[in-house]
């Protein structure tokens, strides 16, 4: 497909915006995406690094990725011990110096991954041949959900019955 803007190159980015409720879609070449000014990522250009910044930065009530950040954070001075990247680098650069860091900044990046993913374990889609464990413990929850309203409504042997069905699930899990 051709550049929407020059028709001249090929449209390597695609561009949607959605302005009250009406959806906008546009295919742009590199040379015209970088001259648009929404497409404007600064200088450094788009990083995973950068949005991980942005979101820590936000987090920290700053609006820009790469001011002095961490100020109402109780461990901003707090160092990992592994390689003595302390917090505000790590927020400021995105990325963590070792596995060391995810123990000592783990409060704050549960926080951030609760913002983004709105959990910190994962609860999305499993592969069917594999996740055995976690389908199950998906399974044991909607189990526990079903027998409490099942006693709610006094039901007492169907609770009975799914108080089994869980036991012989964590078992199963347990094996």
Partial sequence: MLCQECQKREATV???KIINNKKKEIYLCD????????LNFGKEGFSFNNLLAGLLSSESGSNTPNSNLNLSYNKAQAECEDCGLNYAEFSRQGKLGCSECYTEFEDKINKVLKKV??????????PKRTGGVIRTRKEIQKLRKKMQEAVQEEEFEEAARLRD????LEEKIEE
């Fill in 14 to 16: 695609h561009l949607t």
């Fill in 117 to 126: 993913h709105g959990n910190n374990r994962h609860t999305g889609k499993v």
């Fill in 165 to 168: 069905e869980i036991k012989e």
């Fill in 31 to 38: 040379k015209c995406a970088q001259e648009k000014e929404e």
